[in-house]
T-cell receptor, first 114, second 114 residues
Framework: EAQVTQNPRYLITVTGKKLTVTCSQN?????MSWYRQDPGLGLRQIYY???????DKGDVPEGYKVSRKEKRNFPLILESPSPNQTSLYFC?????????????FGPGTRLTVT | AQKVTQAQTEISVVEKEDVTLDCVYE???????LFWYKQPPSGELVFLIR??????QNEISGRYSWNFQKSTSSFNFTITASQVVDSAVYFC???????????FGQGTELSVKP
């Protein structure tokens, strides 16, 4: 089954404790990205990757890191989480860039930083 | 700059009523794509429709219909004879033809009461 998976689905952590949210897709997609969803703000892009070893900042990259060592994986790293990073996070992938390519979203990861 | 505005934060209707969710967008691109996503209480994002800027035909899918009007930069979504299962947050989004980023509106929370 074609899908985007994220782990963990729920995470409660404390300020400053490094964490990684994994994202994996099994569709051989070139493009992957991370979004965060906050009430009243919709979803905003954090980082994206056009291909292996190619990553770039989205609209709200501060406090996050990403890597793309393999085509299928695109982990989101929070080196020193803070309470303002409490949010619902979505990973997405698509075959290519451009709006004519359908984006597939993962199930979401709900992160709480205390 | 690209922007999507969903002015209705929350809408509450009684089952079987028709309801229209508004979406207004801003872009300088001539080629762009518009989307609607549904986010049920379980949290995942469900793709509903994609429309490119050259196709202004209205679309109907069962109880759902979409009205795309370039003259007013709007892409409104109507649910006919609403049902309790339609209760969700609905997002309108915009993408251009180069990048893979989706620009989301703030979302409209629809509550359908029995």
């Amino acid at each position: 089954e074609a899908q985007v998976t994220q782990n963990p689905r729920y995470l409660i952590t404390v300020t400053g404790k490094k964490l990684t949210v994994t994202c994996s897709q099994n569709m051989n997609h070139e493009y992957m990205s991370w979004y965060r969803q906050d009430p009243g703000l919709g979803l905003r892009q954090i980082y994206y990757s056009m291909n292996v070893e190619v990553t770039d900042k989205g609209d709200v990259p501060e406090g996050y890191k990403v890597s793309r060592k393999e085509k299928r994986n695109f982990p989101l790293i929070l080196e020193s989480p803070s309470p303002n990073q409490t949010s619902l996070y979505f990973c997405a992938s698509s075959l290519g860039t451009g709006g004519n390519y359908e984006q597939y979203f993962g199930p979401g990861t709900r992160l709480t930083v205390t | 700059a690209q922007k999507v505005t969903q002015a209705q934060t929350e809408i509450s209707v009684v089952e079987k009523e028709d309801v229209t969710l508004d979406c207004v967008y801003e872009t300088r691109d001539t080629t762009y794509y518009l989307f609607w996503y549904k986010q049920p209480p379980s949290g995942e994002l469900v793709f509903l429709i994609r429309r490119n800027s050259f196709d202004e035909q209205n679309e109907i899918s069962g109880r759902y219909s979409w009205n795309f009007q370039k003259s007013t930069s709007s892409f409104n979504f109507t649910i006919t004879a609403s049902q309790v299962v339609d209760s969700a947050v609905y997002f309108c989004a915009l993408s251009n033809n180069q990048g893979g980023k989706l620009i989301f509106g703030q979302g409209t929370e629809l509550s359908v009461k029995p």
